[in-house]
C-alpha cells in the first residue's frame, strides 16, 4: 500500500466536497455526481482501511475465521458477467 492510494483520493473527495459547499455546480444532476464520487470513494477508502485493520489482526494472531460453503458455479458466473458489463 503506498500513501497515494489513501491521500490522492482522500484530497479529491475533500476538493469536491469543497466544490459542492461553495454552490459551484451547474445543476442538480451534477450535484448529485460529486455526491455519488464522494460516496463511492469513500467507500474505496474504507475498504483499504479494513484491509488494513484485518491485516493487522492476521498478524497479531487475533483474527477469527469460518468455514463457510460457496456455491463456486454461482460465483464464476458473477464474475463472468461483471467482467461482461466492464466489456461493454
Not at 19 to 39: P, S, W
Not at 47 to 67: P, R, T
Amino acid at each position: 500500500l503506498t500513501t497515494h492510494e489513501l491521500k490522492t483520493p482522500l484530497s479529491a473527495m475533500i476538493a469536491t466536497a469543497e466544490v459542492l459547499k461553495l454552490g459551484f455546480y451547474d445543476n442538480e444532476e451534477q450535484m448529485k455526481a460529486f455526491v455519488n464520487t464522494i460516496f463511492t470513494e469513500g467507500m474505496h477508502r474504507l475498504e483499504i482501511v479494513n484491509d488494513i485493520l484485518d491485516f493487522s489482526k492476521i498478524q497479531a494472531g487475533k483474527m477469527e475465521f469460518f468455514i463457510e460453503f460457496l456455491n463456486l458455479s454461482d460465483i464464476v458466473s458473477t464474475v463472468i458477467e461483471n467482467f461482461q458489463k466492464m466489456a461493454g
